[in-house]
């Protein structure tokens, strides 16, 4: 109902266009199945199917703030799409506490703004997640290349500000002999050899992977890499050309865009593309995750999809 991506309040219908392929279940009816062989279905579904959960949603939202809100069936039988509550004001950040903080308080801990968080220093991880605004150099990055940027484990880390979160060698793996020269030389040589920051970012081609292999939305936002012209001009690419994105952990090869809204020595790759490798290992789909590495995002434990140091180049023609 809330979109915490924008201001103002929708709903979206999504009707079922085809019926449940084989022994396909949606995502509700497999966890249900799963809390009825666990002995918990009516504590997970409390009697509910998909529809009379809609149902409950929407008449708790008509009861509580959006008297005007049609049922469910009246919403299908309108052919609406999508209801829409606009906005009636400029959103002001904090504006109920700002006008009476101790009836409206933040969802801290002191219900104040807060300078020092005790929760972040209660993690004890003040390196990566201090508690107090502070910047903090990335592991990774154009100013500091550490031993991820070759994609080795194992090996002396150098000085820094950051925690080892390596995975640890196993006995009968053994770093091989290129990412061993390249990670005894100094960060500045290394940033040499992957001397471009690549990126990710959400494309209207898909949802995450989700309609990745839509032909029709290939056709209108497909797969590229975007790069700045005063990178791409010592490199003698083209707009248009097929280049190749790399470091040690992978490759991929794609076709380039040139453009001066992104910065130079920055790349940009779309997310959510799927891993499609040739027969040499290169991947020719366009996956980011090819080029990142096994360190996570400190405090979510995510993919590090904005800090990825590479190269690039024109790809060879077959």
């Given at each position: 109902m809330e979109d915490g991506w924008k201001y103002g309040d929708e709903v979206i219908l999504q009707p079922k266009l085809v019926e449940p392929l084989g022994e396909s279940k949606s995502d509700y009816r497999i966890c249900a199945e799963l809390a009825e062989r666990l002995g918990i279905a009516q504590a997970f579904t409390e009697g509910r199917d998909e529809k009379d959960?809609?149902?409950?949603?929407?008449?708790?939202?008509?009861?509580?703030?959006?008297?005007?809100?049609?049922?469910?069936?009246?919403?299908?039988?309108?052919?609406l799409?999508?209801?829409?509550?606009?906005?009636?004001?400029?959103a002001i950040a904090f504006e109920d506490f700002r006008r009476d903080p101790?009836?409206?308080?933040?969802?801290?801990?002191?219900?104040?703004?807060?300078?020092?968080?005790?929760?972040?220093?209660?993690?004890n991880n003040p390196e990566?997640?201090?508690?107090?605004?502070?910047y903090i150099q990335e592991w990774e990055s154009p100013f500091s290349c550490h031993c991820e940027d070759v994609g080795r484990v194992g090996g002396d880390l150098p000085k820094g500000p950051y925690r080892d979160h390596r995975p640890k060698q196993s006995p009968d793996k053994q770093d091989s002999p290129a990412s061993n020269e390249i990670a005894s030389l100094p960060t500045?040589?290394?940033?040499?050899?992957y001397p471009l920051q690549a990126i990710g970012h959400h494309t209207l081609h898909r949802v995450h992977s989700t309609h990745d292999n839509n032909?029709?939305?290939e056709e209108a936002f497909p797969q590229r890499v975007f790069i700045n012209p005063l990178d791409a001009a010592p490199r003698g690419i083209q707009d248009g050309d097929e280049v190749k994105v790399y470091n040690s952990r992978g490759a991929l090869i794609l076709p380039c865009r040139l453009?001066?809204?992104?910065l130079p020595g920055v790349v940009d790759i779309p997310q959510g593309a799927w891993y499609e490798p040739d027969?040499?290992?290169?991947?020719r789909g366009g996956c980011v995750n090819v080029l990142t590495s096994h360190h996570w995002t400190p405090f979510a434990y995510g993919t590090t999809q904005h800090t990825i140091m590479v190269q690039l180049e024109k790809a060879e023609q077959l």
């Open positions: 959960w809609v149902d409950y949603c929407l008449n708790e939202f008509r009861r509580l703030r959006f008297p005007e809100l049609p049922t469910l069936e009246e919403f299908i039988e309108s052919n799409g999508a209801w829409t509550r606009p906005a009636d004001k400029p101790e009836t409206y308080p933040l969802k801290t801990p002191s219900g104040k703004i807060e300078i020092f968080s005790k929760q972040l220093f209660d993690l990566e997640i201090p508690p107090i605004p502070k500045a040589s290394r940033n040499d050899i032909d029709w939305l453009t001066p809204r992104i027969e040499n290992g290169v991947d």
